[in-house]
């Protein structure tokens, strides 16, 4: 039921291993499952949202490294890779992707070098979610210049919140220069373990934080090392073990999200 209205989700928070790719995999999935069309596309040079599709690398012919480092010169429509999974589909990152932020920086325009690369893509999906690598480079740049929205997986663990206040600066910044119609879907609380003191502390203060609070979505997602395992054997959790927590939690963030 692919619709008009393509949402552009950005993954992104400058801190690695707060479940960014987890969240693409896994919300990319439920989305999926519910009868979205949905378009992953990995942003990444370390290519871990490509590998958790269970693309291997001899598959990958077109990258978004070749959209980026010259638009026009391919379809965006030629890199789309299918996965084993029914209106699932992915547009591969390579290691190659790191060199395209040193080539760029001498570019004119160089901020919209995704979104010229993906002009061919509009109106074909219902989804199409963006991963992003843990740090603030020209490649996330790319990413928030395309995007209509993003998506902040927030890891209920010590120093949360100060990547979160950097992030939310460089969206402002991002805005003020280069999308201004960038807008949040929200926050989403990550690793959540109901045992620990550290994990509920990080989640209240979250819940009541004045600039953050109202962003929080209700859907929490528990840490759960069936998540871990799914992405290891190249397959979404809602796929590899629809019973889990993991599964459980990704769905209803795609109902939250969708709603
Ligand atoms: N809810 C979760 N429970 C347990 N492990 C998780 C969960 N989410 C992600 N992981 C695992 O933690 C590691 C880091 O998560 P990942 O999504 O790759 O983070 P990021 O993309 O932000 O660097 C990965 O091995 C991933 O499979
Ligand atoms: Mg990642």
Known sequence: ???SKTRRIAVANEKGGVGKTATILNLGAALSLKGHKVLIIDMDPQFNATLGLGIPSEEIALSVYDLVQAPGAHSARQAVLPTRWEGLELIASVP???????ELVAVTGRENRLKEGLADLDGAYD???LDTPPSLSLLTVN??????????????????FGALSELFDTIGAIRRGINP???T?????TFYDQRTRVSNNTLAKLKSDPQYGPLLFDTVIRA????A???DAGKPVVFYRPGSYGAKDYIQLAEELAG
Do not use: H, K, R, W
């Open 185 to 189: 879907s929200g926050v989403v609380a």
């Open 224 to 227: 759960n090392t069936t998540v």
């Open 181 to 183: 119609a960038l807008e």
């Open 143 to 160: 990413v928030f210049a395309y995007a209509s929205e993003v998506l902040v997986p927030c890891q209920t663990q010590p120093y949360a």
């Open 127 to 129: 989804y199409i979610l």
């Open 229 to 231: 395992e799914s992405a």
């Open 96 to 102: 190659d992707l790191s060199g395209a932020e040193v």
């Open 1 to 3: 039921m692919a619709s």
